[in-house]
């Protein structure tokens, strides 16, 4: 998606993707990553998720990267924290203790800026990406995060009823993005359509949420 496209939806509160609680998978699943989880976790097009305080109350050192400017302040101010703020070569860094957020282009930001990182949270990067874009993200990302461990939660359902995002990523489309890098094992799979009254007034029938573990080879 272009950079506006995001933008506009942050501007205008658009942002049905955003949870207003902590995700029940991450919450289930977390600890399976074991001695990763509670180390320097990065969190890909994060928001203003509340589940990065939940990391951070395991014990994380969460780093945290996202477009749009108001989605970093938000998370900070609704979380009552008042961040320090730097530049980088891509946009600005926000900070407090336990929690760093980069603000700006993911595609710009390199390991050398974001440093080593354990573990990988990705709830809302990898299906908010459109085919075209998604293969250059798994790479970039891999790289940036030196094939840290991930806990990756997708949604899967047929393209064709409805244009996203968040976009279909299903197990094939999992197994091309990361099988040569990661051992996939799937946690969970569920149809979560009763759920999820905005996608069936979208047109869909059924939404399959997975639950991905991916363990470096």
């Not at 955003?18 to 991450?26: E, G, R």
């Not at 399976?32 to 969190?43: C, E, K, N, W």
């Not at 994060?46 to 109350?57: F, I, V």
């Amino acid at each position: 998606m272009e950079p506006d496209f995001w933008q506009e939806k942050w501007q205008k509160n658009e942002i049905g993707f955003h949870l207003s609680q902590i995700h029940p998978l991450l919450k289930r699943y977390w600890s399976q990553l074991g001695p990763a989880s509670t180390g320097r976790v990065f969190v890909p097009l994060c928001g203003k998720t509340l589940d990065m305080h939940y990391l951070r109350e395991q014990g994380a050192d969460v780093v945290g990267a996202e477009l749009a400017e108001h989605a970093v302040i938000a998370f900070f101010e609704e979380a009552g924290l008042d961040p320090a703020v730097s530049d980088w070569h891509g946009g600005k860094c926000y900070r407090t203790e336990g929690i760093t957020l980069f603000q700006g282009d993911i595609f710009t930001l390199d390991q050398s800026t974001l440093g080593p990182i354990d573990a990988v949270y990705d709830r809302a990067a990898v299906i908010a990406l459109p085919p075209a874009l998604r293969q250059q993200y798994a790479l970039h990302l891999i790289n940036l995060a030196g094939n840290a461990a991930q806990l990756l939660i997708t949604l899967s359902y047929d393209q064709s009823a409805m244009a996203g995002p968040p976009f279909s990523v299903d197990a094939d489309n999992v197994k091309d993005l990361y099988g040569r890098h990661y051992d996939l094992n799937c946690l969970s799979s569920k149809n979560i359509i009763e759920h999820e009254p905005r996608f069936r007034e979208r047109g869909l029938s059924t939404l399959t949420e997975s639950c991905w573990q991916l363990t470096p080879k």
